[in-house]
């Protein structure tokens, strides 16, 4: 059985995003200049809340938007086209502080297609990362400039922000999908399964039972030797 757990409820990520807004504020002194833009499909209620409170915090509207990087990633050939949402920018990008937004941060591959889907739109100023989930686990040269919170987490486990009918967000869950356990061979060899190895773990056993039931087969008819 997967193992879930509660990263952070509700409370928490308000908590969380709130010091994360007013980080945002600290860097960028003009705040006329910043740009959010919420990566599709999570990324964007939270870029949101952000606009929220960094429009208290300038005393301004700060301006939001969203991107979708499906078209840019990668994994293309992989993965295959997956539902694509629209991207929406209120402003040329120019000059622009743009802020990318999004929920967890795990290879950076998602932020860099992202950012290849951004500069169609023109040349900002500087493109920086906030995001409410660090896991680690890069594959790409890339790190948020703010971060909600930083999860160390496995390989095996995934992390994900749980939204409500409403888009609210909810809570951060994570779900260890491939727990190790260690089983012994008939030749005494140790060896680590997964859940995505159950076929190969019965035939194990089966191997087992059958070589302990051909040795008391044995013995019962030909003594001890």
């Known amino acids: 059985m997967p193992e879930e757990r509660t990263v952070l409820g509700a409370d928490a990520i308000g908590r969380a995003w709130q010091r ?23 990324g964007v209620p939270l870029a949101q809340l952000l ?13 939001a938007g969203s991107v979708e990087p499906g078209l840019h990633r990668d994994d293309l050939s992989q993965r295959g086209m997956s539902e694509l949402r629209p991207t929406e920018l209120p402003d040329d990008l120019t000059n622009k502080v ?18 290849d889907a951004l500069i169609g739109f023109g040349r900002p100023r500087c493109i920086q990362l906030a995001v409410l989930i660090d896991r680690g686990h890069r594959e790409l040269p890339i790190r948020p400039d703010f971060v909600g919170k930083n999860l160390p987490s496995q390989p095996d486990e ?8 409403s888009d609210a967000l ?19 060899k140790c060896v680590a399964c997964s859940s995505g190895s159950v076929q190969q773990l019965l035939n194990i056993f089966r191997k087992g039972w059958f070589a302990l039931w051909i040795r008391r087969f044995e013995y019962r008819s030909f003594g001890k030797y």
Do not use: K
């Open 20 to 42: 994360v807004a007013h980080e945002i504020a600290e860097a960028n002194a003009d705040g006329g200049a910043v740009l959010l833009v919420g990566i599709q499909r999570s």
């Open 51 to 63: 606009e929220e409170t960094l429009g208290g915090i300038y005393g301004h509207e700060v301006a």
């Open 98 to 115: 743009v802020v990318l937004v999004d929920d967890v941060l795990a290879s950076g591959r998602t932020v860099r297609a992202s950012i």
């Open 158 to 165: 995934h992390v994900e922000v749980r939204l409500t009918d």
């Open 170 to 188: 909810q809570s951060v869950e994570s779900v260890s999908t491939a727990p190790l356990f260690w089983v012994r061979q008939p030749a005494l």
